[in-house]
């Protein structure tokens, strides 16, 4: 008998590409004939490097990174660009405009205030809430720069676009949940990152992309971990990186680029979101409560219309080999997670399921 299928849903640590793991089983003792596996090689050695040059590359391929920007693998999670961003780009006096829409950028707002003046430049109360339109938010024609959560992982929300705002004022995004899910121009942004444990590769690893200009000091007294500047003078290795982490990152970007790139990705992302959508929207038995225009491609979030069956519905989910749907702990729910791992059988197994738990409870 064939082990029944599993289809991991959660929101990160996320499932990875089945062929990205086997392959790094494949390597994992004996990295190409080496006899020592990728963990117990020195960063500073020619093989090292080679791998996280490959790496480098292969992301900036993927994202078509322009001249003019540094590509970063940093630790901390995304938790820590938080503050890392305000001390590099702002000054203690400094006004930094932050575009609240979900838990994710208001821990990021409220994180920035402890290092400058963050301000509120647009907020949603709730996930039903449309977002408003970039010429109602207040932006600061001084601000340092203003930040934004592409995607809000917890709620569900997601910029279909990216923001207009002034060109001179360098647009910050937090793209943890989003990043990879489709092409983006990069051209827009002063500074991009993401915690990579649920677009890229394993937790343990940060992306950072930014622009040059924005890598002079603005301030004294932050620690050199803590500065772009020096990250990117040493190739990230002004300490040992997470190499293990970067590695498996490299397999992610080569098999996205084996997928057919970020194009390709786009359009299963798509077909995913919708496929799940469509079968929550013509249900009377659940409901989806993100507008429309902002709906996440990514974090499905829903809720059954009787909430008193979603623990009945989790428990069955799981029996059916349909993992980690639970909705994060501040909010409840359901949370499906269609990152570019999950394979369009599996949202077509969660329909299924959709179906047959409302017939047997609707
Ligand atoms: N921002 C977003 C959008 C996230 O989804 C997450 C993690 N789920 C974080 C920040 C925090 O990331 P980390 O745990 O890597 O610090």
Known sequence: MSPRAIHNFSAGPAMLPKAVLERAQAELVDWQGRGISVMEMSHRGADFTAIAEKATNNLKELLDVPDGYSVLFLQGGATLQFSMAVLNLAKQDSIA??????????????????????????????PSEPIPDVSQWSISP???????????????????????????????????????????????????????????????????????????????????????????????MKNTPPTFAWYLAGLVFEWLIEQGGLAAMAIRNQEKAERLYRALDQSDFYTAPVPSTCRSRMNVVFRLVDADLESTFLQEAEGAGLMALKGHRSVGGIRASLYNAMPLAGVEALVEFLGAFEARYG
């Open 97 to 126: 405009d932050y575009v609240v829409t979900g838990s994710w950028g208001r821990k990021a707002h409220a994180e920035a205030r402890r290092f400058c003046e963050a301000r509120i430049a647009a907020l949603t109360q709730r």
């Open 142 to 236: 001084e601000a340092a720069f203003v930040h934004y959560t592409p995607n809000e992982t917890i709620d569900g929300v997601e910029f279909h676009d990216v923001p207009d705002i002034p060109p001179s004022i360098p647009l910050v995004a937090d793209f943890s949940s989003s990043i990879l899910s489709r092409p983006v121009d990069v051209s827009r942004f002063g500074l991009i990152y993401a915690g990579a444990q649920k677009n890229i590769g394993p937790a343990g690893l940060t992306v950072v992309i930014i622009r040059d200009d924005l890598l002079s000091e603005v301030r004294s007294g932050v620690p050199d971990l803590m500065t772009y500047r020096v990250h990117a003078a040493s190739g990230s």
